[in-house]
């Protein structure tokens, strides 16, 4: 699915889950399904908040590059960002996407893409999720995807803000059960 240059360096950074234990990073099937979305979507304004060391990143960098699109990505751990960075300039992609140290609440308060954006991935810390969405509704486009990672795995953590999602007006929500699960929300309000 991937260029052999990028997919050498997502098979080097999905090593990570053996090697250190704070990688934290989805599941290798739950990143395909992710890049497909944003490919099918033609979503060309990407933010995630979460880039850990990058692996969800990679994924979604090489569907914005096809898709002629540009990814924003936030960690407050200013040590992963740097070894994300590395892993993008590998694979060619850190043209397309810029890396943000910080708070996600502070930094997407501050942010001006240069489109709305169109998908959004919420992937930090779970009792944070009702502050990320606040900061990230300003920012989004009438029609946007919003993929809430941890679904599966934390769903106790994750029902309330998961039922506020499919309240939002203009709502669909889905659960995709690849990965550690997922809410897939289809804001339309156009
Ligand atoms: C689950 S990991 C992200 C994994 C990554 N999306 C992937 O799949 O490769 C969560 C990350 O969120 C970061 N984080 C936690 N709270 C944050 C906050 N308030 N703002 C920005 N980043 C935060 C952590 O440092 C951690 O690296």
């Known amino acids: 699915m991937f260029s052999p240059e990028v997919q050498a360096v997502i098979d080097r950074v999905d090593a990570l889950r053996d090697q250190v234990d704070d990688h934290w990073q989805i599941p290798a099937a739950e990143g395909l399904i992710l890049a497909q979305i944003v490919r099918a979507g033609r979503c060309e304004s990407i933010c995630e908040v979460g880039t850990s060391y990058g692996f969800s990143t990679l994924h979604l960098a090489a569907a914005a590059r096809a898709n002629g699109g540009h990814v924003h990505t936030i960690d407050i751990d200013p040590r992963k960002t740097e070894a994300a ?3 993008l ?37 779970k009792d944070q999720s009702f502050e990320y969405l606040e900061a990230l509704m300003p920012l989004l486009a009438k029609r ?47």
């Open 144 to 190: 946007a995807t919003l993929i809430t990672d941890n679904t599966s795995t934390h769903a106790d953590e994750l029902s309330d803000f998961v039922a506020h999602l499919r309240k939002l007006p203009g709502a669909t929500g889905c659960s995709v059960d690849v990965g550690n699960g997922f809410e897939w929300t289809i804001l339309d309000r156009a």
């Open 89 to 125: 300039r590998d694979a060619g992609l850190l043209d397309v996407v810029t890396l943000h140290t910080g708070k996600a609440q502070d930094v997407l308060a501050e942010l001006k893409p240069q489109r709305a954006v169109d998908f959004a991935f919420i992937d930090a810390w």
């Open 85 to 87: 960075t590395a892993s």
